[in-house]
């Protein structure tokens, strides 16, 4: 058996990593979906629908200006996972190499980094969205900066761990001893070893900037009408939660699923990958 189909029947073997993954699956299916087509015009206001029944000619019924709550659902989750998707992708690109770059470089340009990652920590992405708001505005465009300004020192940290236990092994040695530069080494032994940790701790950040995002639009500090975010929905239901409870309850447990999902897909593909890290009793494939 290859070390492919080795790792497949494990993973299919691990209920976890399985409702996990079928569940983000779905949801960025259906989010990626509302990008071409979606039940009714997301934006289109009809006073005369308001507050439509459930699975009547509205599947989900209909808010306070008649617009079809599933496909808000939808276009909600996609521009959520869009800015999550983003706000992890800065993260990566900014935060990956300042660890690596800490870890090989070493002294007072390790301290610099580690110090930086501390002030940045100090600020969770709520303060830095207040501040870039107050500066550029709200938006959608903004909440991305705020969280994935956050994400950085994490992502820094995830790398530079790895990187300091790679480190000191014989063959980053001996690729020292070939005439390899620090950037080589980095390159072609470090981030390819350290791959692993990045990405368990990606999933981890996405289902964080999706309820980072939530929360910011809850306040109003991200996504603005006319465009509809699942934080922006649970703002718009508050005020008549007690009359239409299902209009908060829906994107709220949209919220809930997205990201229990994600955290299940990410402890089991960790488990996965980690020997380590595996659960006592997991089945394995007989090789």
Known sequence: MSIRDHWAGRALRHPSFVIGLLGTLAFIGLALLSAVWTPHVVDRVNIAARFAPLFGDYLLGTDHLGRDIAS?????ALTSLTVA??????????????GLAA??????????ILRVNDFLFAFPALIVAVLITTLFGPGATNAMLAIGIFNIPVFARVARGG??????????????LAGLSSLAIARKH????IASLVIVQATIQLSLGILAEAGLSYVGLGTQPPGTSLGLMLRDAQSIFLLHPHLAMVPGLAIMFIVVSLNLAGD????????????EGLPRVAA
Request: hydrophobic content about 55%; aromatic content about 6%.
């Open 268 to 279: 089991g593909l960790r488990d996965l990958i980690d020997p380590r890290l595996r659960k």
């Open 85 to 98: 998707a983003v706000a992890v992708g800065i993260g990566l690109v900014i935060g990956v190499p300042l």
């Open 103 to 112: 870890a090989i470089v070493g002294g007072p340009f390790e301290w610099l």
């Open 72 to 76: 808000m659902l939808m276009r909600g």
């Open 190 to 193: 470090l981030l390819p070893n």
């Open 163 to 176: 990187a300091l236990s790679l480190k000191s092994l014989d063959y980053v040695a001996a690729a020292r």
